[in-house]
């Protein structure tokens, strides 16, 4: 199916665990996305990738990893969870050409216990 | 750098009334504009963009929004409210040549019968 798929969709996690959030698109948008939603403070961008192999940090992106080595996946890494990290997490991509609107994922809701 | 204010938390109407919700913007370029909208428990989606064609700008379900340069400000309206329209509404700006969205903190609509 064409769209952009997030997995998985909900997640619990323990202090300190590695959990790994998966991305993919299917358009070949060459920018993707990741943000997160928490009350009070809307989304804010972790991290964003412009192509493949080339990523860049956001607003928030202490504790976070991230790759791309394919233009269509884009895994976000929490290398030791932590509760301040209990979210909603949001993928996106656009083509990036003439800024146009971003598409977002259905979201993953990571509960960090 | 660029910014977003969205400059109530939470707007409550009627069904039949109308909608506003307010948004001002900074930005050090000619900015795009969006409005997305996220009902419970659901990714975010597109209500319309400005990418400084037509300072009206029209979107899906009857809603609107006007970009006024002097004011910097991207109001969304809408003619008359449906309980359909509640949900949360992000103000979203992105420089041009610069393809990451900010986001608003948020405006959650509420429409009593």
């Known amino acids: 199916d064409a769209g952009i798929t997030q997995s998985p969709r909900y997640k619990i996690t323990e202090t300190g665990r590695q959990v790994t959030l998966m991305c993919h698109q299917t358009?070949?948008?060459?920018?993707m996305f990741w943000y997160r939603q928490d009350l009070g403070h809307g989304l804010r961008l972790i991290y964003y990738?412009?192509?493949?192999?080339?990523?860049d940090k956001g607003e928030v992106p202490d504790g976070y990893v991230v790759s791309r080595s394919k233009t269509e996946n884009f895994p976000l890494t929490l290398e030791s969870a932590t509760r301040s990290q209990t979210s909603v997490y949001f993928c996106?991509?656009?083509?990036?050409?003439?800024?146009?609107?971003?598409?977002f994922g259905q979201g993953t809701r990571l509960t960090v216990v | 750098a660029q910014s977003v204010t969205q400059l109530d938390s939470h707007v409550s109407v009627s069904e039949g009334t109308p909608v506003l919700l307010r948004c001002n913007y900074s930005?050090?370029?000619?900015?795009?504009l969006f409005w997305y909208v996220q009902h419970p428990n659901k990714g975010l989606q597109l209500l319309l963009k400005?990418?400084?064609?037509?300072?009206l700008v029209k979107g899906i379900n009857g809603f609107e929004a006007e970009f006024k340069k002097s004011e910097t400000s991207f109001h969304l309206t809408k003619p008359s409210a449906h309980m359909s329209d509640a949900a949360e509404y992000f103000c979203?700006?992105?420089?041009?040549?610069?393809?990451?969205?900010?986001f608003g903190k948020g405006t959650m609509l509420l429409v009593s019968p």
């Open positions: 358009w070949s948008h060459s920018y």
């Open positions: 990738s412009a192509a493949a192999d080339i990523t």
């Open positions: 400005y990418t400084s064609a037509a300072t």
């Open positions: 996106a991509s656009s083509d990036g050409v003439s800024v146009t609107e971003a598409f």
């Open positions: 930005s050090s370029y000619s900015p795009s």
């Open positions: 979203v700006v992105s420089d041009r040549g610069y393809s990451t969205l900010t």
